[in-house]
């Protein structure tokens, strides 16, 4: 069985309070490994029939692919976006022992993270 890859997750939200509290409770729930806070983004985009520039504060999520399922649902639950931007890009090559840090770090679906520590 290969070894699921890793992922980097994009989000964006509407505050840096929002990211951080989402970023909290998936690093915490050990659905992701690792989350970067990135203020001062600017968004262009269009939605609702018109072109919207908005400020937001983007969250780079780091995770396991077999995870992103479970790591999509808690970032919906917690996010005020009704169509949040979540979407996970697969990593083809990383440092090693940070990729291994990792895939220790979020366990896989069904797995005790106290086993892993």
Not at 69 to 96: C, N, Q
Request: hydrophobic share 40%; charged share 25%.
């Amino acid at each position: 069985m290969s070894q699921p890859r890793p992922v980097v997750v994009l989000v964006t939200t509407a505050s840096a309070e929002e990211a951080e509290t989402i970023a909290k409770a998936v690093v915490g729930e050990r659905l992701a490994a690792c989350a970067n806070l990135v203020p001062g983004v600017r968004s262009i985009f269009f939605w609702e029939g018109g072109l919207q520039d908005e400020a937001e504060t983007l969250l780079i999520l780091k995770s396991r692919e077999d995870r992103f399922p479970e790591l999509e649902a808690r970032v919906r639950s917690l996010h005020s976006y009704t169509v949040p931007e979540i979407i996970a890009l697969p990593l083809s090559a990383g440092h090693r022992p940070y990729l291994d840090w990792l895939d220790e770090t979020v366990p896989p679906k069904g797995g005790d993270p106290s086993d892993q520590e």
